[in-house]
């Protein structure tokens, strides 16, 4: 849905005092594939990329925002401190994003919730402060894919299923459900007002929106970065001859124009068997399973399928099986029965953490760099 015509001098003009094309903010990429980047960010991004979030969550002056997120990320200050500056609502920064924080918010009024996965998976854990937020308007998750258990028992609990949305530092947020719309559990929804997408194969070729073929996703819009610090290299690898932005990672989309993030194409784009496969979508029919409390998984190399999908399993007990610990017998039958068998790990390995950074996203290269053999 496109935004209304905003007025010179009215809130939401882009071009208004302090919205010009001048630098904003130096934000480091998180460094999950790589060595970080300072990514230059101008007013104008950041003021194109709230005003269509606010058109998509219907974020308006009545909303207070809650969140215990890093203030040092697009998620917890861009989105959750000049989004609400931006709209002219209230901010309550909970300090810790614990569960029993985000219950007490509700008291205060809080109506628009932001947090992680990791975040989530907490508060639908305690049955209390899920059901609390059911006076929220809004609970929006971002900066990881959020497993569909934990989509279904906020759904459950707190009488709404949460949204989900897509972007990145370089590109502040590109893709969400709307407030209005669909809340498709696995999927980032739909291109926000003024954004394009579209999906490339390795030689370039477009790669149709079937809701099946896999290929990198690329965005152009208002609210994309004016580069990268130092870095023509980087400038050079990231932006196509045409003025795409190529996000590097990996996306089915669906006839409807649905969006699910699949991985990033350094690690998670498997060829195997000479099929390519998107590591989230076996990551997501591993979560599926109650005995799985979370999921990575990874190519390696193997000499005769090119790469063998490894999965790192974090188990859960569960009162179904007597309280034992899933097997990868078991997984590896359980994911052959949603997905073609192509995608099926062929290991899997039980591990009581995964690695991961600041914000929660798990380092794959790290598990990349374990031994193959145990």
């Not at 305690?126 to 258990?149: E, F």
């Not at 790469?307 to 039958?333: F, H, K, M, N």
Request: glycine share 14%; aromatic share 6%; with cysteine.
């Amino acid at each position: 849905m496109a935004q209304a015509p905003v007025e010179p001098g009215e809130p939401g003009d882009p071009t208004g005092p302090g919205a010009g094309d001048g630098a904003a903010f130096l934000l480091y990429t998180s460094g999950t594939t790589g060595a970080p980047k300072g990514v230059v960010i101008s007013r104008r991004a950041v003021a194109a990329g709230l005003d269509a979030l606010a058109d998509a969550w219907a974020w308006t002056p009545d909303d207070t925002l809650v969140h215990g997120l890093p203030l040092f990320h697009v998620h917890g200050l861009i989105l959750g401190v000049l989004g609400p500056l931006r709209t002219g609502g209230r901010l309550l920064h909970t300090g810790r994003p614990t569960p029993q924080a985000y219950a007490a918010a509700a008291e205060s009024g809080g109506s628009l919730y932001f947090g992680v996965p990791t975040v989530w998976s907490r508060v639908a854990a305690d049955r209390a402060a899920a059901q609390a937020l059911s006076t929220a308007r809004l609970l929006v998750s971002g900066s990881a894919p959020l497993p569909v258990p934990v989509f279904e028992r906020l759904a459950a609990l707190a009488g709404q299923p949460p949204i989900e949305r897509y972007g990145m530092t370089e590109t502040l947020i590109t893709v969400s459900t709307r407030a209005d719309g669909e809340r498709r559990p696995g999927s980032v929804g739909l291109p926000l007002a003024g954004v394009r997408t579209r999906l490339v194969g390795e030689s370039g070729e477009p790669v149709p929106q079937d809701g099946e073929s896999v290929g990198e996703l690329q965005v152009a819009g208002p609210m994309l970065c004016d580069g990268y610090l130092g870095r023509p290299d980087a400038d050079a690898e990231s932006w196509t001859a045409d003025g795409w932005f190529r996000t590097g990672d990996v996306a089915v989309i669906e006839p409807d124009g649905f969006h699910r993030i699949v991985g990033r194409a350094s690690v998670d784009l498997i060829k195997s068997g000479g099929f390519r496969i998107g590591a989230g979508e076996v990551e997501a029919a591993l979560r599926d399973h109650p005995g799985v409390a979370d999921a990575a998984v990874v190519g390696v190399p193997d000499a005769d399928l090119g790469q063998a999908i490894v999965a790192y399993v974090i188990p859960s007990a569960t009162e179904t099986d007597g309280g034992r610990t899933v097997t990868g017998d078991q997984l590896t039958a359980f994911v052959a029965e949603s997905l073609s068998v192509h995608k099926r790990p062929r290991r899997v390995v039980l591990v009581d953490e995964l690695p991961r950074n600041a914000m929660g996203k798990i380092l794959k290269k790290q598990l990349l760099q374990r031994p193959q053999g145990d």
